[in-house]
């Protein structure tokens, strides 16, 4: 998960062969500052998402959804989710976080055996991030 800005918030690693909504709300629970559990007002994420599920439990935890409709799943559509589809469009800022994080070899090669080293190694990686920011 990343903000606006792109800046990496939170981070859970997960078997390939699981689909990403199930670690979605994770991470969204994962997401501390100062010690305390903090969750955006909106999310923004692609169709791989799209679920009616996922909506609810997107507004239980009240936040509003920017998901990216299906072809298939255009009913029903709420004026306040149309007004917020321009946060949905701002995908580029997710594909460079990504980049960004494949740009250090040790983790873009994915050669660790156990998911605790690779999740690891993304975690110093975020360490280094900020790192670099403070020192700009």
């Known amino acids: 998960m990343i903000d606006a800005k792109g800046n990496p918030l ?6 390939a062969n699981h689909h990403d909504q199930k670690f979605a709300l994770r991470t969204v629970d994962r ?6 559990v903090r ?5 923004g994420a692609d169709k791989g ?3 009616n599920q996922f909506r609810k439990e997107l507004k239980k935890r ?10 298939n799943n255009r009913k029903n559509i709420a004026q306040s989710e149309l ?7 701002q995908r580029w800022k997710v594909e460079r976080s990504f980049n960004w994080l494949n ?25 280094k991030y900020y790192l670099k920011k403070l020192v700009k």
């Open 10 to 15: 939170a981070l859970v690693c997960g078997r």
């Open 31 to 36: 997401v501390t500052v100062g010690g305390r």
């Open 39 to 43: 969750r955006p007002k909106r999310l």
């Open 49 to 51: 998402y799209d679920s």
């Open 62 to 71: 009240q936040i509003q959804p920017c998901l990216i409709r299906r072809r």
């Open 83 to 89: 007004k917020e589809k321009k946060y949905s469009r």
């Open 103 to 127: 740009n250090n070899r040790r983790v873009d090669r994915f050669m660790e055996k156990k998911m605790s080293t690779y999740q690891g190694f993304c975690h110093l990686m975020f360490i």
